[in-house]
Structure formats: structure tokens, C-alpha cells
């Protein structure tokens, strides 16, 4: 699976939310996270997208129009915050139905 970490403006999200649903991106994981919770901006997001490689470079094509793509280091530990929550979610619904 591949991920990609967009950076959106609250102006340009509504926008975006449009965007995804293509017939591609829609299928793939989308989870918009408030900027300022990971060292960004306030009043902008986070776009945080996984899913088939094919799909993410779709998603290169059609959405910097409205978000800027953060990569390298940044978008390096803004991935793996979220991917830390996502595992830490996981691992408390298994505690709620663990026998």
C-alpha cells in the first residue's frame, strides 16, 4: 500500500471533498486531519491518503489543483502520527471485544 499527505487550506477543503469522490479515490482510505494538531497551520488540514499505488498517483494528478503535497521528512512524521493513532484505535476495539 502507498500513502500520500496533502496539505489543504479550510478554503479549498470543500473543494477537495468533491475531488475525492472520483471513482478511483473514493474506494481508497481518507482521513482529513485538523494541521494544527501536527505542527501545522491552524485553519488548515491534513489530507492523509492509503492505498494502491495506481490509486495515489491518481491522486498526485488531481488534487495539488487544491493541496500541496508534503513529503520527505515532514510528511515522514505527520504519516506515522496518524499511522500511531490509527494502530492505537486498532488495538482499543480489540480490548473491547477481547473475550
Known sequence: MAW????VSG????????VLKDDVLWRQTRIFKDASLYGGK???YYL????????MK????????????VTGEPGEKIYLKIKDEEDR???????????
Do not use: C, H, T, W
Open 42 to 44: 491552524a485553519g488548515e
Open 58 to 69: 491518481r491522486a498526485d494528478g488531481m488534487v495539488p489543483p487544491l493541496g500541496a503535497p
Open 11 to 18: 478554503e479549498k477543503k470543500e473543494a477537495l471533498e468533491e
Open 89 to 99: 484505535a486498532a488495538s482499543g476495539m480489540g480490548l473491547i471485544f477481547a473475550e
Open 4 to 7: 500520500r499527505i496533502f496539505q
Open 48 to 55: 492523509y491518503m492509503n492505498g494502491s499505488e495506481d490509486a
